[in-house]
Nanobody, 119 residues
Framework: QVQLVESGGGSVQEGGSLKLSCAASGYIFNSCEMGWYRQAPGKEREPVSIILADGSPHYAGTVEGRFTISVDKGKNIVYLQMNSLKTEDTAVYYC?????????????WGQGTQVTVSS
């Protein structure tokens, strides 16, 4: 059973930095993707950044140049370094890890960690 546990959320002033971590158990990252989504109050969950099994990162336009995703495959941990945070980055951040089943990538989700950016 895949379990994802996020950590590193918190409150920070605009312009500050936070680093999120997500530890995956019961999971081997050798296909599909791992990454981060976020959901702000009153809005739908949206992708922030994903990293494919080949190591290639992808970012939403709103965070490109400010956020960096990385993964330690040996420890099964995916990170999100968030710099130059803005108030609009305030949201619950969810870790996701997908595994290949019968030809499709099936996502698993963490419980989320709150990130609050104040002006």
């Amino acid at each position: 059973q895949v379990q994802l546990v996020e950590s590193g959320g918190g409150s920070v002033q605009e312009g500050g930095s936070l680093k999120l971590s997500c530890a995956a158990s019961g999971y081997i990252f050798n296909s599909c993707e791992m990454g981060w989504y976020r959901q702000a109050p009153g809005k739908e969950r949206e992708p922030v950044s994903i990293i494919l099994a080949d190591g290639s990162p992808h970012y939403a336009g709103t965070v490109e140049g400010r956020f960096t995703i990385s993964v330690d495959k040996g420890k099964n941990i995916v990170y999100l370094q968030m710099n130059s945070l803005k108030t609009e980055d305030t949201a619950v951040y969810y870790c996701t890890a997908s595994e290949l089943r019968r030809g499709a990538c099936i996502p698993h989700w963490g419980q989320g960690t709150q990130v609050t950016v104040s002006s």
